[in-house]
């Protein structure tokens, strides 16, 4: 009798977690504090600093996070690490003025606005900050106007909830 995989099922594992870790150039500890201030339910677990040697002294080796429970881990990898719009982090809000507070906080000091509510962060991370019905509005059609709602979506950098809801629900 042989051992055959079932299609699909997942390989029997020893793995315990799955965490995402970020590698910012440097400033991961100003990044964490930042994260961790505009969330609830949030906190730095830990940061263990280099104290000389191939990291240079003072430089984040390892640092734990949790972002509204979600572990995160960090350290700061040097020049040679850079983010990509390929990964980003989506916030996603109830409210537009959970939305200009995530978009106003997470664009100064050197963030940059994008399209259809995407951003970067001072220090190259891509998010989006997106209300909780974005789905909804793109994806059921039996519900409303999909394609207006998309093409509203596409008109803007900072989401307007108000304006999405609206072109939503018109008309063909």
């Known amino acids: 009798m042989t ?3 079932i299609i699909g099922s997942p390989p029997a594992t020893e793995v315990r977690s799955v965490t995402p ?13 930042l994260y961790v ?3 609830p339910n ?5 940061i263990v600093r280099s104290e000389g040697g191939m990291v240079p002294a003072g430089q984040v080796m390892h640092a734990t996070f949790e972002l509204d429970r979600q572990r995160f ?17 989506m916030a996603v809000c109830s409210t537009q003025e959970e939305i200009d507070r995530l978009w106003e906080q997470l664009t100064a000091n050197g963030g940059e606005p994008g399209p259809c509510g995407w951003l ?3 220090f190259g991370l891509s998010w989006q900050v997106v209300p909780a019905d974005l789905g909804e509005m793109l994806g059921n059609s039996a519900g409303g106007n999909t394609r207006k709602a998309g ?4 008109s803007m950098s900072k ?14």
Not at 77 to 84: L, N, Q, R
Not at 159 to 172: P, Q, T, V
């Open 21 to 33: 870790v970020l590698v910012f150039k440097a400033n991961t500890e100003e990044a964490i504090n």
């Open 42 to 46: 949030s906190r730095v677990v830990n």
């Open 73 to 89: 881990n960090a350290f700061d990898g040097g020049p040679t690490f850079a983010f990509s719009e390929g990964f980003s982090l």
């Open 120 to 122: 970067k962060d001072p």
């Open 37 to 39: 201030s505009l969330f």
């Open 151 to 154: 093409e509203a979506m596409m």
């Open 159 to 172: 989401l307007d909830i108000a304006a999405l809801r609206a072109a939503y629900s018109s008309a063909s």
């Open 3 to 5: 051992d055959t995989a």
